[in-house]
Structures are given as structure tokens and as C-alpha cells.
């Protein structure tokens, strides 16, 4: 089945303390860019959720967020009421006695300081409830798995009916292929009868078949649809279809403007801008299929 590369997942986990939410968004990318956005994974943990992420997901560009909730029963700031006390006595020791500055004011100053408030915080990943965490990003995982399958069903169902109008195209270009060789012959003779100048006809007719012949389109037609059963083929076939199925992609383009520059004809040309626009807008969609 073909999965997008765009998906989101969120789940949750209980940290004791608090909770911690795991949120994941996707978006396509050419490999697996993982980038993790938190300051409550310790370090000893990143890899471990970068490889996790990574066996999920395979490719896109993907942001992992962890975040934390406290609970409200939480003693959530830590005061160390020694180095408070401390900065206090120097703080009033520099401005000297006398000086209008209130002790509140001081206090409100020094609580801001990282050493005093907070200096004992208690990490919030631990070896205890790390299970949960990665209970909690794989829920969210398989949340952006399904988004993935969802959002691969309409790119799936978007590209195929244009393979199928694009071999409508090529079917209409078949019907013209004889109008436009009588167009061709019907331009040669006039332009010749225009010269006013005695040729041998049987030379003539043969440097037509070759002219004809450097015209033909049949092999691009017949490389063409070639290619759009392999399209089919792969995107039907194969687990994570995306990379492949943009070099099919260019294949086509190339029998389709190789098709255009040899037409000689208003109404073949106007069939190949039709295709090259079907074929665009499905260059757009598998950039986005895994």
C-alpha cells in the first residue's frame, strides 16, 4: 500500500510528576531528517529515539517534540535558600547601609538567578518511566503510520487516473499519426512544385521515406507506454515506491518532449502539452509518496 510521507501523531505518558506529551509531524524529504525539539530528553536517550523514529518512518522530513505538563500537586520550583540567603548578604554588602533598595526588591532579583531557583530540579526522564515515554512515542508513531496510509490513498488514487490519461492522450496521438504524415508528404510536394526545377522522382520519394522516417513516433509511443506499466507495476508492487517511481517519471517525460519536437502537427502538439501537464502534477504528488 502507498503511504504519503506527510502524517502527525500525538500521544502521552505519565511521568510521576507530570505528563509528558510526544508529538510528531512529517513532511516529505529526500532521506530521514529527524529533528528532535526538547529539553527534557537527556542526551544518553537522543539516539535511542532517533533510531526508534527512524525503523517507524524510513524518510521524510520528520520533528519530534517532547514536552512537559507538571502536575499541579507538584512542588514544580526548588529554592537552595543558602545561595538566596547568600547573594542577599553581598548584594546589601555592595550597595552599604542605608540605601533605599528594599530586601523585596533584592529577593525578587536573586530568584532569577539559575543557582537559586530550580538548582535541584529532579530530571524528568528517568531509567523508571522511560518505558512509558517509549510506550507513548510509539502510539505516535503508528498514529502518523495510519495519517501516512490515509493521505497514501488519494496520492495513489491521483496519480493512476492520470497514468490512465495520459495513455488516453497517447491514443488520440495514434489517431492523427496518418492526418499528420498526409500534412507532411502534401508540404514536401508543394514545396517542390513551388522550386519549379525537374527532380527524379524516384530519389524524391525515397529522401521522403527518410525525411518520414526521422519524423516517426511510433518508438516513443511504444517506450512510453512501456513506461507507464512500469509505473504501475512499482507503485502496485513495492513497499516504499517513492524514489523509484521519479526516475519512471523522468523516463516519460523524456518520450513525451522527444514525441512534441518531432509532431510537425497543431493537433499532436496540443495532445503533448496536455500530457506534459498530467505528467507534472504527478512529479508533484510522488515527491510526497514514501
Request: glycine share 6%; charged share 30%.
Amino acid at each position: 500500500m502507498v503511504k504519503s510521507m506527510t502524517g502527525y501523531g500525538k500521544a502521552s505518558a505519565d511521568a510521576g510528576t507530570g505528563k509528558i506529551s510526544v508529538e510528531i509531524r512529517t513532511l516529505n524529504g529526500k532521506g530521514a531528517d529527524i529533528n528532535i525539539k526538547s529539553f527534557i530528553l537527556p542526551k544518553d536517550r537522543e539516539l535511542a529515539l532517533r533510531q526508534r523514529v527512524a525503523k517507524a518512518l524510513e524518510r521524510g522530513s520528520i520533528d519530534v517534540y517532547l514536552t512537559f505538563e507538571a502536575s499541579t500537586d507538584d512542588s514544580a520550583r526548588h529554592i537552595d535558600k543558602t545561595a538566596a540567603a547568600e547573594y542577599l548578604r553581598q548584594a546589601k554588602e555592595i550597595l552599604g547601609y542605608g540605601n533605599e533598595t528594599s530586601d523585596a526588591v533584592l529577593l525578587a532579583t536573586i530568584l532569577r538567578f539559575p543557582e537559586v531557583c530550580d538548582a535541584k530540579k529532579p530530571d524528568i526522564i528517568t531509567d523508571e518511566n522511560w518505558p512509558a515515554v517509549e510506550a507513548a512515542v510509539d502510539n505516535a508513531l503508528a498514529q502518523v503510520d495510519e495519517f501516512r496510509r490515509r493521505e497514501g490513498a488519494a496520492l495513489y488514487a491521483d496519480v493512476t487516473s492520470r497514468i490512465s490519461n495520459i495513455l488516453g492522450l497517447s491514443a488520440r496521438i495514434e489517431e492523427l499519426e496518418r492526418e499528420r504524415i498526409d500534412a507532411v508528404k502534401e508540404r514536401l510536394i508543394r514545396s517542390l512544385a513551388e522550386l519549379r526545377q525537374k527532380v527524379d522522382e524516384e530519389r524524391f520519394h525515397q529522401e521522403m521515406i527518410y525525411y518520414l522516417e526521422k519524423l516517426d513516433i511510433n518508438e516513443e509511443k511504444v517506450r512510453l507506454r512501456q513506461h507507464c506499466s512500469y509505473f504501475m507495476d512499482t507503485i502496485d508492487n513495492e513497499p516504499a515506491p517513492g524514489r523509484k517511481l521519479g526516475f519512471i517519471i523522468q523516463e516519460m517525460g523524456r518520450e513525451i518532449n522527444t514525441t512534441g519536437s518531432k509532431a510537425n502537427h497543431g493537433g499532436i502538439q496540443k495532445l503533448v502539452v496536455l500530457m506534459k501537464d498530467e505528467l507534472e502534477k504527478m512529479r508533484e504528488q510522488c515527491m510526497n509518496i514514501l
